[in-house]
């Protein structure tokens, strides 16, 4: 049986980072004897006509497509166009589909399963229901139809020992002449899931239980990568890596000592409120070079308002540490919180101006389903309102799902433009400003000229 592993492609171009989501998917279903191919649009920057016809001449017997909000309606149109060419079951995964399951279903009669939250096991699953081995009732974690009626099974237990999954299956990004992974690439790790905090915005699939990889394990993976690709650069995609407990002093005293901090250089994402000078210290020796900060406002009150429970302060402090330890920052923002006004606005703007980070991503807000900013905004609290209906509209550059009473979408987009120009211009770092509209031109032009009726 042959299963084909699909993503979308994305004008965001400067993001070229193997599918955490198909590479584990692969993985699993591999070391189960199963032939699998992934085509991921995004990465290899395959336009939907091609990735149709390439899906069609690899004739799968099950296709898998991975979603998030934005894409879902182009997926679903990529997936009708194959099944009207090749006899295939449709299996589809991702947040959005997680968070709204019926009504994803209803909405796109192509889906023939759905796969609720994590889904290596229960993608095996339907592979096994699909030769004939297994009830579709038996597997957890799937949404389907029968008989016409929409039936949806007990959700599947979360992966409590993730050290039993291979390792994410990026040998598959060999494809089309990709010599692979090099000194100049960053290899992308998971070292654990789920994330504790409570922030409005995030939906959280992996659940709010913290699941970790032992140190051994994840040391594996670096020097197998090491050994196959002769990587030299890791990105942490945990959603909190950085974080001074004792499993993560652990993991980075035996990158020290096991000589692995000399060999590779990494970066994590982290809270401010995370940070202090022991673990920073730690994380620089171990091998640090960047650390990325969910900064997203400069107010307090929103900060306390989104349940971020960070403060200005906080946020100041810990900038303040890591640029003395030389390592480099990366932070990201966001525009339109619940009671945000233009007033707030700017605030986050002057922060991001004063902070001075090495790099900056400045997003709108985005109502993604099963986040507490969708149901707000579906009730009309905070002044909220949904603009748009239509799930292309759900991106947080350049996306117009959501505006307030009283502030425009429009007026919140020039925000965001002039959050970047004051950014670059008033820190007098206009090389830097030209080197970040070449790097991501199809996204800023987006940004840029994009022309929304009020």
């Known amino acids: 049986m042959k299963i084909a592993l699909v993503k979308v492609s994305s004008y965001q171009k400067w993001y070229k980072i193997p599918s955490f989501a198909l590479g584990y998917l692969s993985a699993v279903l591999e070391k189960n004897g199963i032939e699998v191919k992934i085509f991921d649009g995004r990465y290899f920057d395959i336009k939907d006509k091609q990735l149709i016809d390439d899906l069609c001449g690899f004739s799968p017997e099950i296709i898998g497509f991975s979603a998030m909000t934005h894409e879902i309606k182009r997926t679903a149109k990529i997936a009708e166009k194959v099944k009207e060419r090749v006899n295939v079951k449709v299996v589809f995964g991702g947040c959005h589909l997680s968070a709204l399951p019926e009504e994803t279903m209803e909405e796109f009669l192509v889906i023939d399963y759905g796969v609720l939250g994590e889904g290596e096991y229960t993608l095996l699953d339907i592979v096994t229901h699909a030769r004939g081995q297994m009830r579709i009732e038996e597997i957890d974690g799937v949404i389907f139809r029968k008989d016409g009626k929409m039936i949806r099974n007990k959700p599947r237990e979360l992966i409590s020992d993730l050290d039993l999954l291979p390792f994410a299956a990026f040998d598959q990004y060999y494809r089309k002449g990709i010599e692979g992974l090099n000194d100049k690439s960053i290899?992308?790790?998971?070292?654990?899931?789920?994330?504790?905090?409570?922030?409005?915005?995030?939906?959280?699939?992996?659940?709010?239980?913290?699941?970790?990889?032992?140190?051994?394990?994840?040391?594996?993976?670096?020097?197998?990568?090491?050994?196959?690709?002769?990587?030299?650069?890791?990105?942490?995609?945990?959603?909190?890596?950085?974080?001074?407990?004792?499993?993560?002093?652990?993991?980075?005293?035996?990158?020290?000592?096991?000589?692995?901090?000399?060999?590779?250089?990494?970066?994590?994402?982290?809270?401010?409120?995370?940070?202090?000078?022991?673990?920073?210290?730690?994380?620089?020796?171990?091998?640090?070079?960047?650390?990325?900060?969910?900064?997203?406002?400069?107010?307090?009150?929103?900060?306390?308002?989104?349940?971020?429970?960070?403060?200005?302060?906080?946020?100041?402090?810990?900038?303040?540490?890591?640029?003395?330890?030389?390592?480099?920052?990366?932070?990201?923002?966001?525009?339109?919180?619940?009671?945000?006004?233009?007033?707030?606005?700017?605030?986050?703007?002057?922060?991001?101006?004063?902070?001075?980070?090495?790099?900056?991503?400045?997003?709108?807000?985005?109502?993604?389903?099963?986040?507490?900013?969708?149901?707000?905004?579906k009730e009309g609290k905070f002044g909220y309102r949904l603009r748009s209906a239509d799930w292309d509209t759900y991106d947080k550059y350049g996306g117009s799902a959501l505006e307030f009473e009283g502030l425009s979408f429009k007026k919140i987009l020039n925000f965001q433009r002039k959050a970047y120009l004051d950014f670059y211009l008033k820190n007098l770092r206009f090389i830097d400003l030209i080197k970040f509209i070449f790097s991501r031109w199809a996204g800023i032009l987006n940004l840029l000229f994009k022309k929304y009726a009020d």
């Not at 913290?210 to 890791?234: C, F, H, M, P, W």
Request: with cysteine; glycine share 8%.
């Open 187 to 377: 290899y992308p790790i998971l070292s654990s899931r789920g994330c504790p905090f409570s922030c409005s915005f995030c939906m959280r699939i992996l659940g709010r239980k913290v699941r970790y990889r032992s140190a051994e394990n994840i040391i594996t993976e670096i020097e197998l990568a090491i050994d196959k690709y002769g990587i030299q650069l890791i990105d942490f995609h945990d959603e909190i890596f950085l974080f001074n407990n004792e499993r993560t002093n652990g993991l980075l005293t035996k990158f020290i000592e096991s000589g692995l901090s000399k060999k590779i250089k990494w970066s994590g994402l982290t809270r401010v409120d995370l940070i202090d000078q022991k673990i920073i210290e730690l994380a620089k020796e171990a091998g640090c070079y960047r650390i990325e900060l969910g900064v997203e406002s400069g107010n307090d009150g929103i900060l306390k308002r989104i349940n971020k429970n960070t403060t200005v302060s906080q946020i100041e402090r810990a900038v303040d540490i890591i640029k003395k330890s030389k390592i480099k920052i990366s932070s990201y923002y966001i525009l339109g919180h619940p009671g945000e006004t233009e007033a707030t606005m700017k605030e986050t703007i002057n922060l991001a101006v004063k902070l001075n980070t090495d790099y900056i991503a400045v997003g709108i807000m985005v109502p993604y389903p099963g986040t507490e900013i969708y149901q707000w905004a």
